[in-house]
């Protein structure tokens, strides 16, 4: 026995209009809902039939799209249990399942090497940074060291080199001590205003490396100089 509501009776349950199409195995019945949804009914015929039949139409109805079951009437045995074989299913056609794109992979950005930490070089040179024969700055000096000083603030400072020279008159011993004192007093001057490196180098090389002709005085007054070289960022 095939429990099964009429065509009718299914118009009046669901809604108004409804429209049938039929074949030798089926009923298709198109229901609109009481929400203003379309279904389709199907319902399969016949003693011999089996609810394949019904699926087979359903999926000719939806075709590419996706069928959701709203109701079923199933195929009831003695006693009127549900025999587990649906021969009227009431179904709506969804859109067509379209497979999403996998998400892009992330990629891991490439790592840049670290730009060249900046190289500032101040030269304190001539006899306006420092007394006659003495590593006593001067204003001149002191104001030059300001500048270097204000300029570097907030600055990651590496390494800071300070190199002192002096002209060719003269010991070589007396040079070397003078230029290494010279070097010295600028170290202790740039500590002393907040300059602060990682890395300090301090030497004194007298009379070596010269920049101009000591045979001059103009010459020996360029030789007399402490160079400060600044490395950071």
Do not use: W
Not at 77 to 84: L, S, V
Not at 184 to 210: E, F, M, T
Request: with cysteine.
């Amino acid at each position: 026995m095939i429990i099964r509501l009429s065509v009718a009776a299914a118009c009046v349950a669901f809604a108004a209009g409804c429209t049938t199409s039929s074949g030798l195995t089926y009923n298709n019945d198109v229901i609109t809902l009481a929400n203003g949804t379309q279904a389709h009914r199907v319902q399969c015929l016949g003693l011999a039939q089996s609810s394949q039949s019904c699926m087979d139409q359903v999926k000719k109805v939806c075709g590419d799209r996706q069928a959701l079951r709203v109701s079923a009437v199933d195929r009831a045995a003695a006693g009127y249990k549900p025999d587990n074989d649906p021969r009227e299913i009431l179904f709506t056609c969804a859109a067509p399942v379209v497979p999403q794109p996998a998400p892009p992979v992330a990629t891991q950005p490439v790592a840049r090497p670290a730009p060249p930490a900046p190289v500032r070089k101040v030269t304190l040179q001539g006899d306006a940074n420092f007394e006659l024969n003495s590593a006593s700055l001067t204003q001149t000096a002191r104001a030059n060291l300001d500048d270097l000083i204000a300029a570097n603030r907030g600055v990651d400072i590496q390494q800071l080199t300070i190199a002192g020279y002096t002209d060719s008159t003269g010991s070589t011993a007396l040079n070397e001590r003078l230029s290494v004192a010279r070097a010295r007093s600028v170290q202790a001057y740039l500590g002393s205003h907040g300059l602060r490196a990682a890395k300090y180098s301090v030497n004194g090389y007298g009379s070596a490396s010269p920049v101009a002709p000591n045979s001059t005085a103009a010459g020996r007054a360029k030789n007399r100089r402490v160079e400060i070289l600044v490395e950071g960022q």
